[in-house]
């Protein structure tokens, strides 16, 4: 297996002639060049990269594909308090790469689609594709490191002790649970 590596992944390669060599791609792609996903975020230091690793290739019946993993540094806004808070967003993929709509029918249901043109695919844009995906749709914090803790304290107890077995006693649906076990 080849192995081609640079400090900037290429924005634009022939995914078809890579499979068929079986080339490995290494590279980072500037958040800041990824509009869509900056918009989906709260943001990131202003050279930050997003780590990609694109390995392409052939399966037994001659189907190109390419597997990839990313890793990003993103702030994300923590749906409980509202603050930023630092996660790297990691994700790994298997593609299949396909030029119309009826190929990407017929591809096994683990293989997710890429729409590529015949000599010409935009690794950046599937690379943004892909941190879309993995974006967590409500970020939180930790419950311990979120500076809401203290409010949240106040309306949710910690469950230690005998708090859990009080609380099985009073929720409104322990009726429905003790129906099904008669059944």
């Given at each position: 297996?080849?192995?081609?590596?640079?400090?900037?992944?290429?924005?634009?390669?022939?995914?078809?002639?890579l499979a068929e060599q079986?080339?490995?791609?290494?590279?980072?792609?500037?958040?800041?060049?990824?509009?869509?996903?900056?918009?989906?975020?709260?943001?990131?230091?202003?050279?930050?990269?997003?780590?990609?690793?694109?390995?392409?290739?052939?399966?037994?019946?001659?189907?190109?594909?390419?597997?990839?993993?990313?890793?990003?540094?993103?702030?994300?806004?923590?749906?409980?308090?509202?603050?930023?808070?630092?996660?790297?967003?990691?994700?790994?993929?298997?593609?299949?790469?396909?030029?119309?709509?009826?190929?990407?029918?017929?591809?096994?249901?683990?293989?997710?689609?890429?729409?590529?043109?015949?000599?010409?695919?935009?690794?950046?844009?599937?690379?943004?594709?892909?941190?879309?995906?993995?974006?967590?749709?409500?970020?939180?914090?930790?419950?311990?490191?979120?500076?809401?803790?203290?409010?949240?304290?106040a309306f949710e107890p910690?469950?230690?002790?005998?708090?859990?077995?009080?609380?099985?006693?009073?929720?409104?649906?322990?009726?429905?649970?003790?129906?099904?076990?008669?059944?």
């Amino acid at each position: 297996m080849s192995k081609a590596s640079s400090a900037e992944l290429p924005r634009t390669v022939d995914p078809y002639r890579l499979a068929e060599q079986n080339i490995v791609l290494e590279g980072e792609i500037p958040l800041k060049a990824l509009s869509r996903f900056g918009d989906s975020v709260y943001g990131f230091e202003e050279d930050a990269v997003c780590r990609v690793q694109l390995s392409f290739s052939m399966d037994s019946e001659r189907r190109r594909m390419v597997q990839g993993e990313l890793e990003a540094p993103v702030t994300l806004e923590c749906q409980r308090c509202m603050g930023p808070m630092h996660k790297t967003l990691v994700s790994s993929f298997t593609l299949g790469l396909v030029t119309s709509d009826e190929q990407a029918q017929q591809l096994p249901k683990e293989l997710e689609p890429f729409l590529a043109d015949d000599f010409s695919a935009d690794l950046w844009s599937m690379t943004e594709d892909e941190l879309l995906l993995v974006l967590p749709p409500f970020p939180l914090h930790e419950r311990d490191e979120c500076p809401a803790r203290e409010a949240l304290e106040a309306f949710e107890p910690d469950d230690s002790g005998d708090e859990p077995a009080k609380k099985s006693e009073d929720n409104p649906f322990s009726v429905l649970a003790d129906l099904k076990k008669k059944h």
